[in-house]
């Protein structure tokens, strides 16, 4: 059974950095196709943050986080991550953790990001 659990979220000021971790287990890293970060603030739905393809190590960012988050995978670790830096008070969200591999969908349980201004 595939399980995704996030860690590394918390509070920070605006202009401080967080780094969150995606450990997978029950499957490889390697053999899904993409790995992703979704964020969801309150009263808003759910959106995009980040996303890299496992076998080219392409990734692609939403507009509002492009220069400063990176994400990156970990094949030994089997872990995806995410560097973000120059947090703003609008990325206060709970950022999850995706997986997916042809239909199959995986989700972590959350991890609270809050910066303060």
């Known amino acids: 059974q595939v399980q995704l659990v996030e860690s590394g979220g918390g509070l920070v000021q605006a202009g401080g950095s967080l780094r969150l971790s995606c450990a997978a287990s029950?499957?490889?890293?390697?053999?899904?196709?993409?790995m992703s970060w979704y964020r969801q603030a309150p009263g808003k739905s759910r959106e995009l943050v980040a996303a890299?393809?496992?076998?080219?190590?392409?990734?692609n960012y939403a507009n509002s986080v492009k220069g400063r988050f990176t994400i990156s995978r970990d094949n030994a670790k089997n872990l995806v991550s995410l560097q973000m830096n120059s947090l703003k008070p609008e990325d206060t969200a709970v950022y999850y953790c995706?997986?997916?591999?042809?239909?199959?969908?995986?989700w972590g349980q959350g991890t609270q990001v809050t910066i303060s201004s």
């Open positions: 995706n997986a997916r591999v042809y239909s199959d969908n995986y």
């Open positions: 890299i393809i496992i076998s080219g190590s392409i990734t």
């Open positions: 029950g499957r490889a890293i390697r053999s899904f196709t993409t």
